[in-house]
């Protein structure tokens, strides 16, 4: 079991940076590590996910915007912020997976807002 805690999360302009951490209470180092978000109203969807190996993706409405970073010694995975847009607010989700287990956190909410 891999117990994950998001903090980060807050009330910003939009233009405004947020960096979101995400600590395991375990090894990481053989799961791929994600991070999704869910606005009100809508699915819960991918924003951007590092393998084992560094292979990243992202979503395309945060390329170039976001970026994602894991420390394995820390087991921690990170998320970058930038140039936030009101339409990135939502609750931004830690994810852990392997073929066999699937872990989440409790999410942090990041509010974009003038």
């Known amino acids: 079991q891999v117990q994950l805690v998001e903090s980060g999360g807050g009330l910003v302009q939009p233009g405004g940076s947020l960096r979101l951490s995400c600590v395991a209470s375990?090894?990481?180092?053989?799961?791929?590590m994600g991070w999704y978000r869910q606005a009100p109203g809508k699915q819960r969807e991918l924003v951007a996910r590092?393998?084992?190996?560094?292979?990243?993706n992202y979503a395309d409405s945060v390329k170039g915007r976001f970026t994602i970073s894991r420390d394995n010694a820390k087991n921690t995975v990170y998320l970058q912020m930038i140039t936030l847009k009101p339409e990135d607010t939502a609750v931004y989700y830690c994810n852990a997976y392997s073929p066999f287990r699937d872990f989440w956190g409790q999410g942090t909410q990041v509010t974009v807002s003038s």
């Open positions: 590092i393998r084992s190996a560094g292979n990243i």
């Open positions: 375990g090894s990481i180092s053989s799961y791929v």
